[in-house]
């Protein structure tokens, strides 16, 4: 590595680590192949290359210091793809370990724990169209499918996990007949423990060996861009497995965690140190390393909570060596892909996570609402009788949507560990739910920004999720089940063709309460526009139906009901607005003009003002 390289990866700059250190297959200066390998270990001694091609033997391939700052190299000719490797060495407290490769590209499959040599510089990627036209633009329209790849659909009738080319094809059939326009996928990195989703992993540069090798995950992406699919990666940044054998006191030293009270995280595991320099640039280069070589089009930063403050309490105080860290991560992967997104998980309400970090923002360009989500879902499962005391819940996310570039998620963490499902946490016996649950997804959709749903949301299981087990798909055989998933789909279209739904959503000039203090009835209505263009959402949080009730309206002219969730379609009693409705003049809440429509209980309409 040239000292310029060195010196970025030692003073926390690099996010090109993962070309220098790990295993690389290349050639000697006498034109031979093989594999050079670096390590990053400044208080290891006696450092060595094990695998299976020397038959573990500590004393075959002995690795040289070539620097003073801790590198160690050694090249070893004639190796070939899939050969299993570890580093042994003494570390700064005299005993001799073996560890894997904190670079590796490829490791066993759990319960194997070696690193895996792969050659992963010959893919031939066929997405060039898809990578022109890729944007960070603020008005395109994205829906996103969260997924768990293992339990998506489970397992093969021969009972192994699917890879990730078998799966290609079905997932890419489901999420372009359902209409969303990005899949996430929970982390593909190397993890132990099944339970932990893959937030909790030991390999950061190694894709996850459950579903394949890493040419498999390219052919998946590959696929999904030539289907127009974006997709997005979730990548856990704030701590790691505390496995003996991966990165915990790596060299002897607290190399790559806190050694103060920090160390242990709220979950057990270990907390990355990111006022570190060197761990910085690891954890940066193992980001860039997923958009370079997988080409995802976004990443999702887990736990920017416990980044900002110790522990994600803000009594602890700001967490100034990671909010500096991530400042620094969000700045250089828009230099280096700026096209690609950023998306801050953050439950805090620290200022300007989506700030550019040019005028002091952490540099996201998304942040999950988990206000909006913690206060929809309890004001979804109140009794409409006590709806009226909670009614704020309902508004109160419009107060601060402009300070930040916000994303709606009912992700996996709200389906999980004793929760209940989306559809459980709604009030009502099994019809009410029903219609509750059509109302909520017609509210997310309607509401400003981005939209994430968790797989299998669109199917109302009342089963949680469970990373063991397939999704239960035996539920679309069921007419009041499938009506949901034709719901969401639905929306889906609508959301992505009717612009007022997605473009210049952070103009504050084109939103507008039109109900927003009726808490007796518990009626809400807003309107939408984008330039000639009117939506008007309205809906009824009760059980009280309506055969005619009088909206204000902000605009005089026709409008024609383009969606209504209580119709039988989508298993609702079929109380829906058939004909174009005219406003009249003359109403109440300070606007000039009313329309009077019929509203079905528990139900959600969208109304569209027809042109001249």
Request: charged share 25%; with cysteine; aromatic share 16%.
């Amino acid at each position: 590595m040239a000292f310029g390289l060195l010196y970025d990866f030692l003073m926390g700059q690099s996010i090109e680590a993962h070309n220098y250190f790990g295993a690389h297959f290349s050639e000697d200066a006498d034109g031979k192949r093989g594999v050079i390998f670096r390590l990053y270990a400044p208080s290891a001694s006696d450092v060595s290359v094990i695998g299976e091609w020397n038959g573990w033997n500590y004393d075959a391939h002995k690795m040289n210091k070539i620097d003073d700052s801790g590198v160690w190299e050694i090249f070893i000719p004639s190796l070939s793809n899939y050969l299993t490797y570890k580093y042994h060495f003494q570390n700064a407290k005299g005993k001799y370990v073996d560890k894997i490769d904190p670079f590796a590209f490829y490791s066993e499959n759990r319960p194997g724990t070696c690193s895996k040599l792969f050659d992963n510089r010959s893919f031939a990627w066929h997405d060039d169209s898809w990578l022109r036209k890729r944007t960070r633009n603020f008005d395109q329209p994205m829906s996103i499918y969260e997924m768990h790849l293992g339990s998506w659909v489970g397992k093969a009738s021969d009972g192994h996990i699917l890879s990730y080319e078998e799966i290609a094809e079905p997932l890419i059939k489901y999420i372009t007949s359902n209409g969303f326009t990005h899949v996430e996928f929970m982390p593909l990195v190397q993890y132990p423990f099944d339970g932990s989703w893959g937030y909790q992993a030991t390999g950061f540069f190694s894709i996850d060996a459950r579903y394949g090798n890493p040419f498999q995950l390219m052919s998946l992406i590959d696929r999904l861009h030539q289907a127009g699919i974006g997709t997005i990666l979730d990548f856990a940044p704030v701590h790691f497995a505390k496995d003996k054998w991966a990165l915990a006191e790596y060299d002897g030293t607290k190399l790559f965690e806190y050694s103060n009270k920090w160390r242990v995280s709220p979950w057990g595991s270990l907390q990355f140190d990111l006022g570190k320099d060197p761990v910085r640039s690891f954890l940066m280069s193992a980001m860039n390393y997923f958009i370079d070589y997988f080409h995802f089009d976004g990443l999702r930063v887990d736990a920017v909570s416990n980044i900002i403050y110790y522990n994600g309490d803000v009594s602890n105080g700001v967490n100034e060596g990671a909010v500096e860290f991530i400042k620094r991560l969000n700045g250089k992967i828009h230099i280096a892909h700026d096209s690609v997104m950023m998306i801050a998980e953050d439950s805090t309400a620290f200022a300007g996570t989506t700030k550019p970090t040019e005028q002091g923002g952490l540099g996201f360009d998304y942040k999950w609402d988990l206000g909006w989500m913690n206060d929809t879902l309890k004001y979804y499962s109140k009794d409409p009788v006590y709806k009226k005391y909670d009614h704020h819940k309902l508004t109160f996310s419009m107060a601060y949507f402009y300070s930040d570039n916000f994303l709606l998620p009912l992700s996996h963490d709200e389906v999980v560990h004793g929760k209940g499902t989306i559809i459980n946490k709604m009030w009502g016996d099994y019809e009410q739910k029903f219609a509750l649950v059509r109302n909520l997804y017609t509210y997310q959709f309607a509401h400003p920004g981005k939209k994430l749903n968790f797989m299998g949301n669109e199917l109302a299981s009342f089963d949680e999720w469970d990373e063991n087990k397939s999704l239960p798909w035996n539920l679309k055989s069921y007419p009041k089940h499938d009506s949901v998933s034709r719901l969401i789909r639905d929306l889906n279209r609508i959301y992505q063709g009717e612009k007022a739904m997605h473009m210049q959503e952070h103009n504050p000039e084109l939103f507008r309460w039109l109900m927003v203090d009726n808490a007796d009835q518990s009626v809400f209505a807003f309107q939408r526009k984008y330039q000639d263009e009117t939506l008007v959402f309205v809906f009824n949080m009760t059980t009280n139906f309506y055969e005619s009730i009088r909206l204000p309206f902000l605009e005089e002219g026709t409008y024609e009901e383009l969606f209504n969730s209580d119709k039988d379609v989508y298993g609702g009693w079929g109380q829906y607005n058939g004909l174009p409705l005219k406003t009249g003049k003359g109403s109440f809440e300070g606007l000039p003009y009313h329309l009077d429509i019929k509203l079905a209980c528990l139900g959600a309409c969208i109304f569209k003002k027809i042109k001249k």
